[in-house]
């Protein structure tokens, strides 16, 4: 009888130890594609605070898949929808770096001017953003002439080139106000030959041969606005430009009469 235990006893244990032993079957992990797709839904209902992990997600399950690629893109996306330019730029910038050969890269470049563009400040503060956006639209246009996207740049290229010779102009006109002549002029020149498309070229050559006047050569002034009536003889500002031909002193700023309290 005890015999009998025992033999039960030990066949119990066999049977819990083997349960033990026999390893857990792993859950199964879905596809790369079932993934991305998850992570794309998010995505286009605007949800892309919950997009960004999802495509974190693919990328690090599945870093071997073509939809890890483009999930590092569409998490540019993301922050460019969110409002976070800079960890926008930082993904486009790799996207190329990392992907050269890739049809998208064309995208990324876009986007990445794009992100500049956004942060574009008003003209009388530093234009670092607007410089960016021209430098990658503009390589953009050179690398990729016939993108989809390169329509769209050139439009913002101009509107970027608009800035910087609005900046220009501006820092000229804060030169001239000063009487700080050669500063004013060569504000007014590289505007003329840098954004020639983006300016009004009769008014600024009126403002250089203005601030030429000023400045001491009377001679060079006037020709300047000889010059400017020749080319732009229907502009508005040719009489102007008589009045200073004729009378060059009307070029100087007019002093400030002191008024006596009574």
């Known amino acids: 009888m005890k015999k009998y235990y025992l ?3 030990l066949l119990c244990l066999i049977t819990v130890l083997g349960c033990a032993s026999t390893p857990a079957k792993p859950q199964q992990m879905g596809s790369d594609e079932e ?3 998850k992570a794309m839904s998010l995505f286009r209902t605007g949800g892309y605070i919950e997009a ?3 495509f974190e997600e693919v990328r690090e399950k599945f870093p071997m898949s073509p939809y890890a690629v483009i999930a590092e893109l569409r998490l540019g996306d993301c922050h460019y929808y969110k409002d976070e330019y800079i960890e926008a730029s930082h993904f486009f910038d ?12 064309a995208y990324s470049i876009y986007m990445r001017g794009m992100c500049a563009y956004e942060q574009i400040l008003s003209i009388d503060r530093d234009q670092t953003f607007a410089e960016e956006a021209v430098e990658q639209f503009q390589q953009l246009y050179e690398i990729f002439p016939q993108s989809q996207y390169t329509g769209k740049a050139l439009v913002r290229l101009a ?4 800035q910087l010779a609005g900046r220009e102009v501006f820092v000229g006109n804060f030169y001239l106000k000063k009487q700080d002549y050669a500063g004013a002029i060569e504000r007014y020149n590289r505007a003329l030959k840098r ?4 300016i009004k070229s009769d008014e600024l050559l009126l403002l250089i041969g203005k601030a030429t006047i000023c400045s001491g050569d009377e001679r060079r002034g006037k020709k300047i606005l000889e010059f400017m ?28 009469r002191f008024q006596f309290a009574n």
């Open 229 to 256: 009536m020749k080319q732009y003889p229907d502009s508005t500002m040719v009489a102007d430009a008589k009045t200073l031909i004729e009378n060059p002193s009307q070029a100087f700023p007019k002093k400030k």
């Open 7 to 9: 033999l039960a006893a």
């Open 52 to 54: 960004i992990p999802a």
């Open 159 to 162: 509107e970027a080139k608009r």
């Open 94 to 105: 790799n996207f190329r770096r990392l992907h050269p050969s890739n049809p998208q890269v």
């Open 195 to 198: 954004y020639p498309s983006q």
């Open 35 to 37: 993934s991305f797709t």
